[in-house]
């Protein structure tokens, strides 16, 4: 299961493409705090380059209604299906997409343009990101059944999705192939954060400590929970999120990155207090998740304020 956050990021990225694909997305230019021009998108934009195509848009247009068209559209009975009669204004054009490992393809076979007497013939390489739905535009005929033009235009389409003479196309990203990469990047960013969150809770956790869990008011078991998964107001943590302005180094020693076990056991800053507490003013994590209880623990947490700040 995907966690809520990267959930809410993957709604936001697709409806900015939705936006963007439209001419819609605006950036509007603002200053921070600091004095800074930045932009209320600036997160959104990190969230789409995340993906190694961020270049390139989505296929998605506005829907709109057309009541005065200029063509008609049929699907006949794959049985039943003849191929027209041709005369001097009709021009018969065969169309196919293809697949091959992962590569799409397109094929384009005229018989006969303008009566000229020389057949049309175009394959085209639409990319590895491109689906097969994105070679086929307005024209449909049973397929493999024996039709010449068909058969044509389908040799064409395999040899643009294989051939690299073929020539290439660029086109917007279908949607399903961006949300697919979303969700990669969501399931990486999982994995990132369940291999920290993992690495420092066999750390500090102990059998014991389910009882006592169960029985804390709401302020200590939020504070017991930042102490056993990691994620807290450290500036360890901190900066995972926004390293270009939160420095891993601890605020108020400046001689370490404040870890969790440079909080629990290490930084001058709570020396007095760990004395309190521990009976000792330098130790590591480990050996105090071992020797006290989790409620004496929370309370040094509680008692800095620092979960809080």
């Known amino acids: 299961m995907i966690p809520i956050d990267l959930c809410i990021e993957e709604e936001a990225a697709l409806g900015i493409l939705r936006l963007e694909s439209n001419n819609q997305w605006i950036k509007e230019p603002m200053i921070n705090q600091k004095g800074h021009i930045t932009t209320h998108t600036k997160l959104c934009d990190k969230i789409l380059r995340g993906v190694s195509f961020a270049e390139l848009k989505q296929d998605q247009q506005t829907s709109t209604l ?3 068209t200029f063509f008609a559209t049929k699907f006949p009975v794959p049985n039943d299906y003849r191929e027209p009669q041709m005369n001097e204004d009709t021009i018969m054009c065969y169309t196919d997409g293809s697949m ?3 590569r799409v393809g397109a094929g384009v076979y005229i018989p006969e343009l303008y ?20 070679a086929v535009r307005l024209r449909w005929i ?23 003479e073929a020539q290439s196309v660029t ?3 279908p949607r399903t192939v ?17 291999k920290d969150m993992q690495s420092h809770f066999h750390t500090v956790w102990r059998p014991s400590y389910t009882k006592p869990l169960s029985n804390l008011g709401k302020n200590k078991l ?32 400046s001689m370490e990155e404040e870890t969790m076990n440079h909080f629990i056991g290490q930084c001058p800053m709570w020396f007095n207090r760990r004395g ?17 209880p989790l409620r004496k623990i929370v309370g040094y947490i509680c008692s800095t304020n620092r979960f809080n700040q």
């Open 100 to 102: 091959m490992n992962d």
């Open 66 to 68: 057309n009541i005065d």
């Open 171 to 173: 086109l917007p990203v």
């Open 178 to 194: 961006w949300k697919n990469a979303l969700r990669l990047r969501s399931h990486q960013k999982m994995r990132e954060q369940l």
């Open 276 to 292: 309190r507490f521990f009976n000792c003013y330098y130790s590591s994590v480990s050996e105090i998740a071992e020797r006290f």
């Open 115 to 134: 009566r000229t007497g020389t057949p049309v013939k175009k394959s085209y390489h639409i990319g590895e990101r491109s689906t097969i739905f994105q």
């Open 142 to 164: 049973p397929a493999h059944m024996g039709y010449s033009g068909n058969e044509k235009a389908d040799e064409l389409a395999k040899k643009g999705s294989g051939d690299n």
């Open 222 to 253: 939020r504070a017991a929970t930042q102490y056993l998964t990691g994620h807290c107001e450290l500036n360890y943590h901190l900066n995972k999120y926004k390293p270009q302005s939160i420095s891993k180094i601890c605020p108020h020693c």
